[in-house]
């Protein structure tokens, strides 16, 4: 079992910067693959990024190549997306997932945050 929290979103101009963490419970973190996705108003959701247990494996959805950058931490249990050059349709909810394969499938993912607001105002 793992319990996923999500912190660091908010409200920020167009071009602004924001750092989302995820925190994880539990002793097995360093096992699971981690994803980033979001949430917009009326939309469904949608994949952002992925890593792999170690970091060895990164996979970026084409809107926030260049963008949005993903790390994890195992020794803290956390896994963070740095998010650069912010536009209005970044705003959503964001989500972390925990999964044992680094891919773009939501339905992949065991675990997941409540989420987390990033509004981009222009």
């Known amino acids: 079992q793992v319990q996923l929290l999500e912190s660091g979103g908010g409200l920020v101009q167009a071009g602004g910067s924001l750092r989302l963490s995820c925190a994880a419970s539990?002793?097995?973190?360093?096992?699971?693959?981690m994803g980033w996705f979001r949430q917009a108003p009326g939309k469904e959701r949608e994949f952002i990024v992925t890593?792999?247990?170690?970091?060895?494996?990164?996979y970026y959805t084409d809107s926030v190549k260049g963008r949005f950058t993903i790390s994890r931490d195992n020794a803290k249990n956390t896994v963070y997306l740095q998010m650069n050059s912010l536009k209005p349709e970044d705003t959503a909810v964001y989500y972390c997932a925990a999964g044992l394969t680094p891919t773009d499938r939501l339905e992949s993912y065991d675990y997941w945050g409540q989420g987390t607001q990033v509004t981009v105002s222009s």
């Open positions: 539990g002793r097995t973190f360093s096992r699971y693959a």
């Open positions: 890593i792999n247990w170690n970091g060895g494996y990164i």
